[in-house]
């Protein structure tokens, strides 16, 4: 697998424990929208420990960027990726990823599962076909939703929160049920895109089955 050695060029919080950080891109480095590749730390201790993470701008750009939730609870790489500076390096490797846009639909997020739609969001806005889908958007509090100012712009009520730590007006409380699904589902959805903690995802897969969605309208990593 190649490697890449690529400049950080800037950094910057989203949230309180997200950071954008935008890198260098080699010539000739392609994805498509939804694709991640696994990033390590240039520096003696980190090289080996690579972890997968999400492109978050569009492809054409020239430059990367990465969406990532920092872990300060232990001493991993996205607590490492914290104290790191502009000027410093990142190794990046080939890209991979099985979630891709194919057609409208109901985009399922939990925290930073949220990565790979950012960039696909993105690129629809791009090509004006962002109308027919909608993201529904599970986090503990407002605190942490990534990117709600872009997403609100990109997908106006089409773009539904919901929080499992706290009610707050305007905003759905509770976890995603089969019940909350059907609400959003319209004879439009054709497509189901699933991105978040493993326990969510096999909860989310067994209510869309319970609401006789196939596997085959299901986009996701293979688990």
């Not at 503990?140 to 929160?161: A, Y």
């Not at 096999?202 to 869309?208: F, P």
Request: glycine share 8%; hydrophobic share 35%.
């Amino acid at each position: 697998m190649k490697k890449h050695i690529v400049k950080i060029q800037s950094i910057q919080h989203i949230t309180h424990d997200v950071l954008k950080i935008v890198t260098e891109k080699p010539e000739h480095y392609k994805f498509t929208p939804g694709q991640a590749t696994e990033i390590a730390i240039n520096k003696e201790a980190w090289k080996n420990e690579k972890r997968p993470f999400t492109f978050t701008c569009l492809p054409d750009r020239d430059y990367l960027e990465f969406t990532i939730k920092i872990y300060t609870d232990h001493n991993g790489i996205t607590n490492e990726l914290g104290k790191i500076k502009p000027g410093d390096e990142l190794i990046i490797r080939d890209v991979w990823g099985d979630i891709a846009y194919n057609g409208i639909g109901m985009f399922i997020a939990g925290g930073a599962g949220i990565t790979p739609f950012i960039s696909i969001l993105r690129d629809l806005e791009q090509k004006n076909l962002v109308d027919g889908n909608i993201l529904i958007f599970a986090n503990k509090t407002q605190n942490d939703i990534i990117l709600e100012s872009e997403l609100s712009h990109l997908l106006g009520k089409s773009f539904v929160n919901i929080l499992s730590g706290e009610k707050i007006a305007g905003y759905s409380y509770g976890f995603i049920t089969d019940k909350f699904l059907k609400k959003y589902i319209s004879p439009k959805t054709e497509k189901y895109y699933l991105c978040g903690p493993p326990p969510m995802m096999e909860a989310i897969i067994k209510h869309l089955s319970d609401l006789g969605i196939s596997e085959s309208q299901i986009t996701m990593e293979k688990m």
